[in-house]
């Protein structure tokens, strides 16, 4: 799963796929291991390049990083277990001339407590991001921010029966639906935020990029249309209220998607800010006189949020939640209308 993920996979969708015939408890052990590992990957890392000071082929540093992980975060893994399984693993992985490395490796390694080079290191972010943060929201918030991300996150079930994060719940209502209204959600899959609204009676269409994951809302019982929101939109109409719930970093949800953090990059933002503005400024196109737009990210960064409704004409009434300051993964809820 390890190395799916450095290659593009998700670690949630892959554990779920390849861990769906483990025992639970296997399962259980295989999700902290991998989300572990990359919860704390700047810090492994740091130890490895240490420990082992020479250049590593993936497949040695990721058993490193696993046994490691094992060793110093977790307290009900035999020390030779850890150890004898990342040996074995190198081997299986055709990496046989390491093993001996990965075993000298880990017998050095012990929970004392370690001084860290660098601040981005002990909050094991990449250091552009922890930079960031502290400029945008001070030391003290990121530091709360950072070591909520570090801990297991916890699972809310919605009133719709689905699980969703109870940030993510404070999105709809900021809708003001009522029975009736039309609804046009237009970054909908997979489909938590649609299935909420329609406790409220509206009458919705709800939109993606792909129609794949419109498929999973079939249940829904809505109007589905496959629609690329940065392109003029397909409608004719108006619509009462309009959620545009857009495609974002997500760098508000790196404790159940950690893997994020070590791929984003600062020009990646540039881009998502160009998508975002042309989707909301499309959808604000098509809502009716008096009606209501939300537009919100699970994105931390002002590019993706502040700096997309500063090239739209207000005012936005503006909602932040921080992970560590508030309940929840974090999100941005900006409300026109």
Same mark, same amino acid.
């Given at each position: 799963?390890?190395?799916?993920? @450095?290659?593009?996979?998700?670690?949630?969708?892959?554990?779920?796929?390849? /861990?769906?015939?483990? $025992?639970?408890?296997?399962?259980?052990?295989?999700?902290?291991?991998?989300?572990?590992?990359?919860?704390?990957?700047?810090?492994?890392?740091?130890?490895?390049?240490?420990?082992?000071?020479?250049? %590593?082929?993936? $497949?040695?540093?990721?058993?490193?990083? +696993?046994?490691?992980?094992?060793?110093?975060?977790?307290?009900?893994?035999?020390?030779?277990?850890?150890?004898?399984?990342?040996? @074995?693993?190198?081997?299986?992985?055709?990496?046989?001339?390491?093993?001996?490395?990965?075993?000298?490796?880990?017998?050095?390694? !012990?929970?004392? &407590?370690?001084?860290?080079?660098? =601040?981005?290191? !002990? %909050?094991?972010?990449?250091?552009?991001?922890?930079?960031?943060?502290? =400029?945008?929201?001070? &030391? !003290?918030?990121?530091?709360?921010?950072?070591?909520?991300?570090? #801990?297991?996150?916890?699972?809310?079930?919605?009133?719709?029966?689905?699980?969703?994060?109870?940030?993510?719940?404070?999105?709809?209502? +900021?809708?003001?639906?009522?029975?009736?209204?039309?609804? %046009?959600?237009?970054?909908?899959? &997979?489909?938590?935020?649609?299935? #909420?609204?329609?406790?409220?009676?509206?009458?919705?269409?709800?939109?993606?990029?792909?129609?794949? *994951?419109?498929?999973?809302?079939?249940?829904?019982?809505?109007?589905?249309?496959?629609?690329?929101?940065?392109?003029?939109? &397909?409608?004719?109409?108006?619509?009462? *209220?309009?959620?545009?719930?857009?495609?974002?970093?997500?760098?508000?949800?790196?404790?159940?998607?950690?893997?994020?953090?070590?791929?984003?990059?600062? /020009? !990646?933002?540039?881009?998502?800010?160009?998508? #975002?503005?042309?989707?909301?400024?499309?959808?604000? =196109?098509?809502?009716?006189?008096?009606?209501?737009?939300?537009? /919100?990210?699970?994105?931390?960064?002002? $590019?993706?949020?502040? +700096?997309?409704?500063?090239?739209?004409?207000?005012?936005?009434?503006?909602? #932040?939640?921080?992970?560590?300051?508030?309940?929840?993964?974090?999100?941005?809820?900006?409300?026109?209308?």
């Amino acid at each position: 799963m390890l190395r799916k993920v @450095e290659e593009g996979g998700y670690a949630s969708d892959l554990l779920l796929k390849l /861990s769906e015939k483990l $025992e639970s408890r296997d399962a259980g052990l295989a999700s902290e291991i991998v989300f572990g590992c990359l919860r704390y990957q700047a810090q492994l890392d740091y130890l490895i390049d240490r420990l082992a000071a020479k250049k %590593l082929d993936l $497949e040695v540093r990721i058993a490193l990083r +696993m046994g490691i992980y094992q060793l110093r975060y977790l307290d009900r893994i035999p020390a030779h277990a850890a150890v004898s399984e990342s040996v @074995e693993l190198v081997k299986r992985a055709g990496k046989g001339s390491a093993a001996g490395l990965v075993n000298a490796v880990l017998r050095k390694v !012990d929970s004392a &407590p370690v001084a860290w080079p660098d =601040r981005a290191t !002990d %909050l094991s972010l990449p250091a552009w991001l922890a930079e960031k943060w502290d =400029r945008e929201f001070g &030391p !003290d918030a990121t530091d709360k921010i950072a070591a909520t991300f570090l #801990q297991p996150v916890r699972n809310y079930v919605a009133s719709t029966g689905r699980i969703q994060d109870i940030g993510a719940q404070s999105v709809v209502p +900021m809708l003001d639906l009522r029975p009736g209204l039309t609804l %046009l959600d237009l970054c909908a899959a &997979p489909g938590n935020k649609t299935a #909420q609204a329609l406790e409220y009676g509206v009458q919705a269409i709800a939109c993606d990029l792909h129609w794949h *994951r419109l498929k999973s809302l079939e249940e829904l019982r809505c109007h589905r249309v496959v629609v690329d929101g940065t392109q003029e939109l &397909p409608f004719r109409g108006h619509f009462d *209220r309009i959620l545009v719930d857009a495609p974002c970093s997500g760098t508000g949800t790196l404790g159940r998607n950690p893997e994020i953090k070590w791929r984003l990059q600062p /020009s !990646d933002l540039v881009e998502l800010r160009r998508k #975002q503005i042309a989707i909301l400024r499309n959808a604000l =196109r098509h809502l009716n006189p008096g009606g209501k737009l939300v537009y /919100s990210t699970c994105s931390l960064e002002r $590019e993706e949020n502040q +700096m997309v409704i500063e090239a739209v004409p207000g005012p936005w009434e503006v909602i #932040q939640r921080l992970p560590g300051i508030d309940e929840g993964d974090g999100f941005f809820i900006a409300v026109l209308g």
